[in-house]
Structure formats: C-alpha cells, structure tokens
C-alpha cells in the first residue's frame, strides 16, 4: 500500500509540472552569471544573437565540412566583424589566400578571404559558416596523410631474402647431375631517416664448384618532404620516362609521385563550371554516375576525379538543389595516354654521375634531366637532356587530348656523339602514339611508332657501342634498329559473348636486315563458370647464329641470322572448383604448331589455409617428353617455405625454397613470411599468437610483436590487432587502433598499451559468513585499486603475483568499515576480517 501512494503522489507530482511547463514557454532564459568569461555579458536570446567583442574559439564550416576549431576576435561593427587568427587560415583548406593574409597582421577579417562568398555565426553553437565558391576550396584526399605526420621511422637493419636450392638427376648420358643454389638479398640499413639499400645475389653451381656474388645497386637513399623528392647516392640505375635506364654510380633526385595525393598520380580532366545557385553537380560515364557533390553559387572545380577504368567521355548535370530550376548539362571529353598528367602537377627527374654497366669498363661522366608538366585539361609538355663529353641529346615532346579523336602524343629526339676513332655523328628518334575509346567499346589501349634515323643512337646504345669496339673492334650493331610500330585493341562483343582482343608488333632494321612481325589475336568468354580463350599467333624473326668457318678476326665477321616463323594456336580452359572444402581450380593449355599438334598442360591448384599447392601433368610432343610437377607452399609468421618435384621423361629435378623478411632492431629481431619495403613492427606486450588486421599469416610472437612488411607509404595505415581465442591469457589491450603513415623505406614502431598483470580468482567471505558487497573495489596494502568484488562473493584481482594483504570496503553510507584479507590463496575460502 505503501509503495502504490508513493506512485500515485510521483504521477501527480509530474502532471502538475508537466502543466505548468507547457504553460510557460514564453522564451528561453537563464542566470547569465552562470557563464565563464565574457560569455556572461552576451545577450542569448533567439531574437538578437549579438556577441559582446572579445577573443572566442567556434567551429567552423567551410560549405558544411567541419575544419576544426580555431581562435577567432569579434569586433564592433552593425553585424559584428570576424577576425581569425592569420596564423590559422591555411588549415581552412581555401585556395589562394597567401597574398590576403599580408602584412603581418594577427588577425584578419574572414571575409576577405572568401572569393566573394560569405560568413555567418551562430552564437549559440559557437560556430561559423564559411560559404565558398567551391572553385577556391581545397578538398581533402581520403587517404592522403599531411607531410607534417609522416612518420620517420626508427633505426634498424631489415633483409628480404629468397633462397632456392635446385638438384637435377638426368636420366640420359649427354646430361650432367647438378646442385645449383640460388640467393637474392634486398637489405637495408636505416639510421635517422637515411637508408643504405643493397642488391645482391648469390649463385653457386655444382659443375664449377665455385659462388658467385653479384651486386645490381647500393645506394643511399633519403626522401625529403620539403622537395616532394627523393635522393639517391651510389650505384642505382637512371630513372626517366622517356630515357634508357642504364647503371651508374653517383647521384639521383626524382619528385616522388607516391608523396602527392591519389588524385595527383594520374591523369583525369579538371571539371569546371559555374552555378548559379546552390547546386548538386552529377558525373556521368557510360551512363552512371562517378561522382557527385553540392556546391554553393558560384564557380566550381572538380579536381578530385578519379578513372573508373572506362575511357569514355564525361557528362556533367548541374541542377538546383532545391529541385526547381533549369538542369544545365554539358560533355568534358576524355581521353588519356600514359604521357599526360593532371593540370597544374608536374614531374621531374634529375641524374649525374659515371658509367657503371656491370662488365664494362666503361666510366663515361653524364648528366640527365627529364620534366614534364600538365599545362591544362587537354595538354602536357615534357622535355629532356643527356649530356657528356662526347654524347649530347636533347628530347621535346607533348601529349594533347583531342575532343572526338583521342589522345595523341608525340616526341623528337636528337642525339650527337662522337665514337673512339670515328668522325662525329648526329641522328633522330620520332615517336608517336594514340589512345581512343570509341562509342562502339572498342578500346584502342596504345598505337606506337617511332622511326630512327640511321645514325641515331641512344646514351645505351652508345655505350654499348663503344663496349663492342673495344672488345671485340667493330661498331654498329646496336644501332641497326630503324623503326617499330605496336598496337593493342580490344573489343566486348556484347552480353554473354565475350571479348575480342588483338596485339600486333612489328620492328624494322637497318643495313637490310628483314623486319620482325608478331600478330596475337584472341577471343576469351565465359560459359556458367568456365573460363576460356582462344588465340592465334603468327611470329616471324631472324634468328642469330655463328659461322665459326667464316670468322675473320672479329665477332661480326661470323655473326649469321636465319629467317624463321611460326604459325600456333592455343586454347585454354580454367574451371573453378572446391578442393578439400577450400578454393581451387583446374586447368588445360593446349597448343598447336604449324598445324600440328604440340604440347598439353593439364593443372590442378588450390589453397588450404596457409598452404598453396599445384600439380601439372604436361605431354611435349615436340620434345616427346612427358613430365609431372608437384608445387606446394607454407606461408607462416616467420617465412615462407616451398618446394617442388619434377619427373620427367629424361631428368628428375627436386627444389627447395624460403623467402620472408628479417629485421633487427634495438628491440630484437623479428621475422615474415612476406618481403616488402615499409615496416611496421607492431608491439602489444603479452599478446601471444594475435592476429594483425586479420590476417593469420601476420602473428605475433610470444613476446607479443609481430612484424608487418606491406605499410602504404605517406598514406594512412590502420592496424588492429584479433587476440587468439585459443589461447588462455589474461593480457587485456587497452585500445585495439592505432594509426601511422610511414615514408616510404621506414621502419615504424608502434606499441600498444596492454595490461599483462596475473588475474587472481578467489572466494572470500566475512567473518560472520556474509558474501561481500557485490562491485567493492578490492584494494592492495597501499590502497591501489586491483579488483572487485563479483557475484557469489567471487573476488577479481590483478596484479603482478599475488598480494599479501587485500582490502575490501564494507561499510554503508553512515558508517565507514573495511576488512582485510591477510595472506589469499586461491582455491580456498578466505576470511575478510
């Protein structure tokens, strides 16, 4: 009865002043002094909304994206003024607004940084509404990280290794039984942001009974964010679009394309256009839309267009957001080559230094300078140099999107140079090549040519050349090239008919040696779940021999070719399938030579877990042999372990094989299964045999570390951590995401904060044998907190081992008591007195 009035007087106590509030909301009002600072003095009420002038931080909006909060000054004016702090304006990602914030002002007025958008404020939000045209905003990439968050990394010394191990056993007299190891190192040393990179390999065969060492590059290395740039010292090869690659030892600085966001690393058109009201703009391609943003009034830029993988024009609606209103639409053409790059970004490379081809003694000092700039939506330049003492060139070209006709680019170089005792000599290069993608889907990837005058030569080719001539005492040979033509097209036939494709090359000669031609044309679909091509291929080459009856002295003089060609067809079928409850598939090639019969490869691969394996059967008809392989590989934490039989007609081969990573560091060592560039060594102390992102190949070890190989440089990386359900463990991890964004190269620590203190379960009751207050903190001797008290009067406790005295509050509300465990036990029943 009791608790039924006390219901009864709380539903009459809540009607009354339900009443009376609905009755009085006349207008919202509260005791100003409440406030803090000069927000005491401010007039709240809806109707006005004035600020009193004074120092404030609001939020702030730049077209409803949230910027962060910055430090603002109200002055006195009819609206009220809003000044921001000039050190801040930057990170309000608005275009162009470094020559406003001149003078050396500490505050400057916001609206003099809009573009002739405007401001609002919203008093009691405390935030500010920047109103932009959307033209002069910069958006932000998804994943790019600012430069200033990059992280350096740590000191260590890391390895990716790939060893093989290969026995050959021949089954007839004219063969020999082998032992060959092979071994390839990419290692590297890391010490404060500078990184020494080693190439090497090994190789050792049974038939010398002699190794090998190789060195490809070893070079120092930085990346500099200041310059977007990396430099290289030592032995590298030279980096250029348009260029030779060849080897030498001295210095190499490239602008560093992976620094720059996403949408600067490829070529898309900039989408430009005004709206006159505040508008939802829409990106059509092939009918769907790609892209889609609301904008203010005024001009707009869309700059972060990414390609889709089709190549077909772009249609863009702008229509009133609203609803109303006229839908303008206009057509961007689109097209693209690999030459081109966006507007406004550019790309650089610079090398210098000395010839140092392996097995040349050749020393030539050079320089090399390459640049190429996106002048606008349809146009890059590119240029280029290379200059020694006896070789010069120069290089200009250009790229040009054409409205209804492709891409188009096109390129002259001249080179002069002067080889051991012969006159000089001077000869161009002309390339051109064309990129479309008609209304039919007909997708013409790349049309190439270029034509060499006879006396041109590449700086490769005039090393080379002077290799030849003072080995071997002739020249010429690797300038017989005249000029070449490539193509690829490909066509979908439409729905459930399959996809056409066809690839032609064809290379030309000087001093009449006969061209070389290859033609491939295919024809792929898939019926239900069966994959299949068909492809015919028709080659003809010469073919290099030596006439050692005719030879005179030189190499040249017994240098024979022969004309050859081939006519074949091959058709294969994949056919997905479950193996052992895992994905799998089997496979048959089969090929056909002159119009006869050749050779069939029959496959079965599949993945289990961790492990992946193959068997192929194969029938040469041409070699009459027949052969069976057997593949299967391990990936674990710590490496990656293969190996493979071969049995054949005529020999019997057995391989061995391990490839991963090692990285030492002031912590230890660490290992993979993977190899990569960018490490990540993720510490979570005490978690044994955790999962990294998921992926059970990444593990960590009984100390809790793990090490990751495949970090994203200058991009943000997340990594969470999955502990191992199997194990019994009372590690707790306190905050399972962090996040980091490496230069490329790095080694980034990341450690997680665990509690790695023992959990103690024990019984307890009071003297009188009462069950504890159920959720008392359980306290040590020192009064630190390291418990509490569960259901059934079950005490949970951690700590490093188990303490000798344990204190429990039992009190009440009026009177403070507590009980002291002295020496607990688990297992047994303790007495808190």
């Not at 702090?85 to 914030?101: E, P, Y």
């Not at 450690?751 to 379960?761: A, E, G, I, N, P």
């Not at 009067?793 to 009190?811: D, F, H, T």
Request: glycine residues 8%; hydrophobic residues 30%; neutral net charge.
């Amino acid at each position: 009865m009791k608790c039924k009035a006390l219901i009864r007087n709380g539903l009459l106590v809540n009607s009354i002043g339900a009443a009376l509030y609905s009755c009085c909301v006349f207008g919202e009002s509260f005791n100003s002094s409440l406030l803090v600072g000069s927000a005491g003095s401010m007039d709240w009420n809806n109707q006005a909304m004035v600020m009193t002038p004074g120092e404030y931080e609001f939020d702030v909006y730049v077209n409803d994206e949230w910027k962060g909060k910055f430090p603002f000054k109200v002055t006195n004016g009819k609206e009220g003024t809003l000044q921001i702090q000039a050190s801040q304006i930057s990170m309000l990602d608005i275009r162009d607004i470094s020559s406003t914030a001149t003078g050396g002002a500490e505050y400057i007025d916001i609206d003099t940084l809009l573009h002739g958008g405007k401001s609002s404020l919203k008093p009691g939000e405390m935030r500010v509404n920047l109103e932009v045209p959307q033209a002069w905003v910069n958006k932000s990439d998804r994943n790019w990280v600012a430069p200033e968050k990059w992280d350096q990394g740590i000191n260590g010394l890391y390895t990716n290794y790939n060893l093989n191990y290969y026995s050959f056993h021949a089954k007839q007299a004219d063969y020999s039984n082998t032992d060959n190891i092979y071994l390839s190192l990419n290692s590297g040393l890391n010490l404060f942001g500078w990184h020494l990179i080693d190439n090497s390999t090994y190789m050792r065969y049974s038939n010398t009974g002699k190794g090998y060492w190789r060195n490809s590059t070893r070079y120092l290395e930085r990346p500099f964010a200041s310059l977007g740039a990396v430099l290289r010292i030592g032995d590298a090869y030279t980096s250029s679009e348009y260029f030779d690659s060849i080897r030498f030892r001295g210095v190499t600085l490239n602008k560093s394309r992976q620094m720059l966001p996403d949408r600067e690393q490829v070529y898309m058109p900039v989408i430009s256009g005004v709206a006159n009201t505040a508008s939802i703009v829409n990106v059509y391609q092939d009918g769907h839309v790609i892209y889609q943003i609301t904008v203010p009034p005024g001009p707009f830029a869309i700059r972060d267009l990414m390609p889709t993988g089709s190549r077909s024009d772009l249609t863009v609606e702008v229509k009133n957001s609203g609803g109303g209103g006229n839908v303008e639409t206009f057509v961007v053409p689109f097209s693209s080559i690999p030459d081109m790059l966006r507007p406004g970004t550019s790309d650089w490379r610079f090398n210098a230094g000395e010839v140092n081809v392996l097995n040349s003694g050749d020393d030539t000092r050079f320089m090399q300078f390459s640049y190429t700039r996106g002048m606008n939506n349809y146009w890059t330049l590119y240029s280029g140099l290379t200059a020694s003492s006896d070789y010069q060139s120069w290089l200009a070209g250009s790229a040009v999107s054409i409205p209804w006709v492709g891409s188009v680019s096109g390129s002259m170089e001249q080179a002069r140079y002067q080889l051991p005792g012969d006159e000089k000599r001077s000869g161009e290069k002309y390339t051109i090549s064309w990129s479309k993608y008609l209304p039919s889907r007909t997708n013409i990837t790349l049309a190439s040519y270029y034509y060499r005058t006879q006396d041109y030569a590449s700086f490769s080719d005039y090393i080379a050349t002077k290799d030849n001539i003072e080995y071997y005492g002739y020249n010429g040979i690797t300038r017989y090239s005249k000029q070449a033509f490539s193509a690829t097209v490909s066509q979908p036939l439409g729905e459930n008919y399959g996809r056409l494709s066809l690839t032609a090359y064809w290379r030309d000669y000087w001093n009449n040696r006969k061209s070389t031609k290859q033609y491939n044309l295919s024809y792929s679909n898939k019926f239900n779940s069966v994959n299949y091509t068909l492809s015919l291929r028709r080659s003809e080459y010469n073919q290099s021999y030596y006439d050692y009856d005719s030879y005179k002295g030189n190499q040249s003089s017994y240098l024979r070719s022969q004309r050859k060609s081939e006519n074949s067809v091959y058709l294969s079928l994949t056919i997905p399938m479950s193996i052992f409850d895992s994905p799998g598939s089997i496979s048959t090639r089969t090929s056909f030579q002159q119009g006869k019969y050749a050779s069939t490869d029959l496959s079965v691969n599949g993945t289990k877990q961790d492990v992946d394996y193959s068997l192929v059967l194969t029938n040469d008809n041409d070699a009459k042999t027949r052969s069976a392989d057997l593949y299967g590989s391990w990936d674990t934490s710590w490496s990656r372990l293969s190996g493979g039989l071969t049995e054949a007609s005529d020999y019997r081969q057995m391989s061995m094989g391990a490839s991963g990573s090692l990285l030492a560091w002031s912590g230890g060592v660490l290992a993979s299964g993977s190899t990569g560039r960018s490490f990540v060594i993720v510490d979570a102390p005490g978690m044994k045999n955790a999962t990294i992102n998921g992926d059970s190949s990444v593990r960590t070890n009984a100390s809790g570390k793990a090490l990751v190989t495949n970090a994203v440089a200058y991009r943000q990386n997340n990594f969470s951590i999955d502990a191992d359900e199997k194990q019994d463990s009372d590690v707790d991890l306190l905050g399972n995401i962090m996040h980091m964004a490496p230069y490329e190269g790095s080694i980034t620590y990341l450690k997680y904060q665990t509690d790695t203190r023992r959990l103690f379960t024990l019984e307890a009751r009071r003297e009188n044998g009462e069950s504890l207050p159920f959720g008392t903190a359980v306290l040590d001797g020192n009064g630190e907190n390291l418990g509490y008290v569960s259901q059934g009067s079950q005490l949970y406790v951690k700590a490093e081992q188990m303490p000798q005295r344990l204190k429990i509050n039992v009190g009440t509300r009026h009177k403070r008591e507590t009980c002291v465990i002295e020496a607990p036990k688990e297992g047994v029943i303790n007495v808190c007195r």
